[in-house]
């Protein structure tokens, strides 16, 4: 596929993490923010092949996984409902809540579509009058255009029987929080290609001055991670810290102004729940008032629904890049893909789902920090 | 975050005040919605989608040069190697070594 | 890290065991094995079924028989491709054939819904009986029942097939063993993309079609061309290649190794997967097969599938090895290494 294939060139593939290792004197430990990165990292064995020069912290890049558990209770109660065909997105469904998950709702009698689009949602909202049609808004800034335009195309066409459960988040104050962290080793970031190619990359900028850390956006494909990664490292070994652009051909400094707009025009930055991770202040999205009637917790009563989140689970310490998937007691045992104690082992984006599958059988000892 | 996939746009319409249009991806075809990039595409431009939406426009001149540019990156590492060692030599003080 | 112990951990969520089937039971899957291993061995467990191989081999008055059975619940009944109706034939066709046998027999039974169309229920009976005839293997008795609306997603088949064994022919996924060469007779992910193209809310324009078909003729050029040295046959239908292989590597306690490079995936299938961000390797097939085979005869098994119209793709996509057994590894296109997993149920479209 064009734009797509030719980054997976395995010779130079080869070429770059050789010049990777080239150039790395020490022993760099930098992040990857978001899942699809992840992904890839671990599916093509990459981090493997960078052995010592490069250590990948894998972030919370994978908003299904920190979606929080107050939410997921919320959309498997509305789920429930006899009146509702509950939209989403495929990762979501396999996540547990606090007693179940989607697939079990589906399995109870629950009407669960899966949909590739927020307008397949609203689209399936105009031909079910009789039905009330909510779609899960779950997503990081790459997500939040498109389910702000359904809201916006909803209100549009006034469309009453569409409603949205938002669980959105932001990456930047993400970052902050891990850079903040005391425990905190991550000295370079691969800033997420996508939510750049809409929001730009200028939020970044004075989170490199301020905490000295590069910051290079990347694109998902291995040809792109490991030129991000390079791109990294020369900064590393220079001393400079800047917000570098390596996925040149699909992210500009500015971004994607309309998409910015519009999310701004029907979505509010709200305080937020990360799941395992903790609350982080103005990193989520929320609808404005004026939308609110799309909102699905006020349409159906559920605003007040609030969960304990029990007590630390390992699942924060992988998120937050302190430990690694093989190291947690639970992994592979107690916490399969079948058997998920928490969401990054669900979500096949999550870290620990993409170590169990991929890479399960590498010693332990080789991820030892 | 995430999946996001190049295509081909192949035709752009207006549907109720929207702009969406048929896009191409290795022979499978969506309608997505072009909204987003309405305003710098025309048909036959490449596109990034996510979940249906053009959330932003391929930089076609941008792409070969960063294709072009890794080729090559990963395969100066001997010549690299070689001018290094030559640089080294040549600034070595009266070694006696030929340049 | 000394080793992985069981700490009690407070996790934020309980494990949950799941007292209802759900839809990733049916997957081919991880799921699917704990429903089959957990639920019903137990209770009807010998000797042969224990073998869970695609059919069973029984001996019946000094005759050595193959029976395989098989249920067909595909929605969208009609797809790009064929129908319900070339499934149920080819699929029961094709078990038998994966055990070395050669089909002589078919039955049907057919689960007809309360309004379906006659039309299409004609389309669908054609469908089977041009299949069975070009494959000259008779239907010989079958069952018909009505539902009430609602109750069948329009048709449910079940089709038993029969067939006689080969004596110095029997492939079995417990006989690959270290050094054997893993064969793929056509590229993958045609079948489920095509169906995938016509689900709703999913739904993508491509010219994909479903590529089901009778394989018995390409497995007696295999047998023609390398004997017993065919040591396991399968085709890889729901859960995909990496299912199949899995269950091969599990049941012949080896490892296996591929090459990513060699594992061909049509283009259009390769972009309607990363569209909806599913992975190739775990789509169905109806109209290819895996031949684990010997390495002597490797080569001239190879040139035999690419001699047959149904294997003019074939290729060699890795071998058989001793190390980690039970465990399917992929070498990846950069030179890394994966492990190729069985999925716990459906694979789901992803957005991240």
């Not at chain 1, 669960?112 to 899960?136: C, G, M, W």
């Not at chain 1, 399969?336 to 332990?364: D, I, K, Q, W």
């Not at chain 2, 792409?63 to 590492?77: G, I, V, W």
């Amino acid at each position: 596929m064009k734009y797509l294939s030719e980054y997976r060139d395995g010779t130079v593939a080869q070429g770059l993490i050789a010049r990777i290792k080239q150039t790395a004197t020490r022993p760099w430990t930098l992040m990857e923010v978001c899942g699809g990165q992840t992904h890839t990292i671990v599916r093509q064995g990459l981090d493997e092949l960078l052995g010592d020069a490069i250590e990948m912290i894998h972030g919370p890049g994978c908003p299904v996984c920190v979606t929080p558990l107050e939410q997921i209770d919320k959309a498997l109660a509305l789920a429930a409902r006899p009146d509702v065909i509950f939209t989403s997105f495929g990762d979501m469904l396999r996540v547990p809540g606090s007693e179940c998950d989607l697939l079990q709702v589906r399995a109870r009698g629950g009407n669960i579509r899966v949909v590739y689009s927020p307008l397949d949602a609203l689209e399936l909202a105009i031909r079910t009058p009789d039905k009330q049609v909510v779609f899960f808004a779950v997503g990081f800034e790459t997500t939040a255009p498109a389910n702000a335009m359904a809201v916006w195309r909803a209100r549009q066409l006034g469309v009453s029987n569409f409603s949205v459960l938002v669980s959105h988040v932001t990456v930047p104050p993400a970052m902050v929080a891990i850079l903040d962290a005391p425990d905190n080793r991550v000295q370079g970031f691969l800033a997420a290609g996508h939510v750049c190619s809409v929001m730009g990359w200028t939020e970044y900028e004075p989170i490199a001055a301020r905490y000295h850390v590069p910051i290079v956006v990347t694109g998902f494909e291995p040809l792109d991670i490991l030129e991000g990664m390079l791109l990294a490292v020369r900064q590393l070994e220079e001393g400079r810290h800047e917000v570098e652009n390596q996925y040149a051909r699909s992210v500009r400094r500015e971004g994607t102004p309309p998409a910015q707009d519009l999310i701004r025009k029907v979505f509010r930055l709200t305080d937020r729940q990360w799941r395992g991770i903790g609350a982080i202040p103005k990193s989520g999205l929320t609808l404005r008032e004026e939308y609110a009637d799309f909102d699905a917790e006020l349409r159906f009563g559920l605003e007040s629904l609030t969960v304990e989140e029990p007590a630390e689970c390992r699942a924060g310490d992988v998120l937050r890049g302190n430990l690694k998937p093989p190291q947690c007691p639970a992994f592979g045992t107690r916490c399969t893909p079948e058997h998920p104690l928490g969401a990054p082992m669900v979500s096949s984006e999550g870290a620990c789902a993409a170590y169990y599958n991929y890479a399960r059988f590498r010693s332990p000892a080789a991820h030892e920090g | 975050m995430c999946l996001g996939i190049p295509g081909r746009i192949l035709d752009i319409r207006d549907d109720r005040g929207l702009a969406m249009g048929m896009v191409d991806f290795g022979g499978v075809r969506r309608e997505i919605c072009l909204a987003y990039v309405a305003n710098e595409v025309v048909p036959g431009d490449y596109v990034v989608v996510h979940v249906g939406f053009a959330i932003t426009r391929v930089d076609e001149a941008e792409a070969r040069r960063t294709f072009e540019a890794l080729k090559e990156m990963s395969q100066l590492e001997e010549l690299d190697w070689m001018r290094e060692v030559a640089e080294q030599s040549l600034a070595a003080p009266s070694s006696g070594e030929a340049a | 890290m000394t080793g992985i112990q069981i700490a009690a951990v407070a996790c934020a969520v309980p494990l949950t065991e799941t007292a209802r089937v759900q839809l990733g039971h049916g997957s081919g899957g991880k799921m699917s094995a704990a429903l089959l291993r957990d639920r019903f061995l137990p209770h009807f467990g010998n000797p042969i079924l224990g073998e869970l191989g695609d059919g069973a081999v029984v001996s019946i008055g000094g005759a050595e028989i193959v029976v395989s059975t098989d249920t067909f619940v595909v929605s969208p009944l009609e797809f790009p491709g064929g129908n319900i109706g070339a499934l149920a034939v080819h699929g029961t066709l094709n078990d038998v054939a994966m055990m070395g046998a050669t089909p002589a027999y078919l039955t049907a039974g057919f689960v007809l819904e309360e309004g379906l169309s006659f039309e299409l229920l004609d389309r669908v009976i054609h469908t089977m009986a041009d299949a069975a005839r070009q494959a000259g293997v008779p239907l010989i008795t079958g069952d018909t029942k009505v539902v009430e609306r609602g109750k069948a997603d329009g048709l449910y088949i079940n089709t038993t097939g029969i067939g006689l064994v080969d004596p110095g022919f029997r492939p079995g996924p417990g006989r690959a063993a270290p050094d054997d060469v893993i064969l793929l007779s056509a590229p993958i992910g045609r079948h489920g993309m095509a169906i995938m193209a016509a689900r709703e809310g999913l739904a993508f324009e491509s010219s994909i079609e479903s590529d089901t078909a009778n394989l018995s003729p390409l497995v007696a050029a295999l047998r023609q061309a390398a004997g017993d040295a065919v040591a396991v046959l399968r085709d890889p239908t729901r859960g995909g290649l990496a299912s199949a292989l899995n269950e091969i590597a599990q049941a012949s306690r080896v490892g296996m190794v591929l090459e990513e490079a060699t594992l061909p995936v049509p283009t259009d299938v390769a972009a309607a997967c990363e569209l909806l961000g599913l992975d190739p390797l775990y789509v169905a097939n109806e109209g290819v097969l895996v031949a684990i085979v010997r390495p002597a005869r490797a080569e001239a098994a190879l040139a035999a599938l690419r001699a047959h119209p149904l294997g003019s793709e074939a290729v060699a996509i890795g071998r058989v090895v001793p190390t980690n057994p039970g465990y399917v590894v992929l070498k990846t296109v950069v030179g890394g290494t994966r492990i190729v997993d069985l999925l716990p149920g459906d694979q789901l479209p992803r957005i991240c």
